[in-house]
């Protein structure tokens, strides 16, 4: 166990549909990323939040959004899905911001139908 | 743009043969490094990392690596693996200064006989 929570585990929805996606990162980690895993793109860095502030973004699609809360949790809002954006999403946090080792959650299976 | 290579997508072996996983990465200045590892149906966890100092490291499980920084390599090796070693490993790259975020290679999967 890495101290890293996300929920939901499974997800399943309908093409169009909006989903949030929670992480609660270690105790004491200021640092928030969200990555992509599927198939053909093996697993891709979306974004980066540091203490409530945007700090990096990655190949984010425009209809995904995240933010930071106060109490350092963070949200993944993804909107009018595809086929296509069904994967695993997995939340990492760190002490840092740059070059702290990452620990993972157990991810979000997200199946769009 | 960073990125990393894993030459072997599957590596089948039987129990207690040594194992060599291959990765090369793509940047020209300094990096942190990175393995990790997915068991079946888990997330991913830390197998070891390097930042600095002696090229070779060492991390959980018996797993090591080494930097070579002339060959853009980090290859990880085990001298003798066991069935639980099956799982997928992945490599990973972050650029020393930058914000952080991992550049993953594709993985290899082991699958280890017994």
């Known amino acids: 166990d890495s101290g890293v929570t996300q929920t939901p585990k499974h997800l399943i929805t309908a093409t169009g549909q909006r989903v949030t996606l929670r992480c609660s990162p270690r105790s004491g980690d200021l640092s928030v990323y969200w990555y992509q895993q599927s198939l053909d793109q093996g697993l891709q860095f979306l974004i980066q939040y540091y203490n409530g502030e945007e700090r990096a973004k990655g190949n984010i699609l425009e209809r995904f959004s995240a933010q930071q809360f106060p109490d350092l949790h963070s949200e993944l809002n993804l909107s009018s899905l595809e086929l296509g954006d069904s994967a695993l999403y997995f939340c990492?946090?760190?002490?840092?911001?740059?070059?702290?080792?990452?620990?993972f959650g157990p991810g979000t299976r997200l199946t769009v139908t | 743009a960073q990125s990393v290579s894993q030459h072997n997508h599957h590596v089948i072996l039987s129990e207690a043969a040594s194992l060599e996983l291959g990765c090369n990465y793509s940047?020209?200045?300094?990096?942190?490094l990175f393995w990790y590892v997915q068991y079946p149906g888990q997330h991913l966890q830390l197998l070891l990392k390097y930042f600095s100092g002696d090229p070779l490291v060492k991390g959980i499980k018996g797993f090591e690596a080494e930097f070579i920084k002339s060959k853009f390599s980090f290859n990880l090796r085990k001298p003798s693996v066991q069935w639980s070693d099956t799982a997928e490993y992945f490599c990973a790259v972050n650029a020393r200064g930058s914000q952080g975020n991992l550049i993953f290679g594709k993985g290899t999967k082991l699958s280890v006989k017994p």
């Open positions: 990492a946090s760190s002490v840092g911001g740059r070059g702290s080792e990452q620990y």
């Open positions: 940047y020209g200045g300094t990096v942190n």
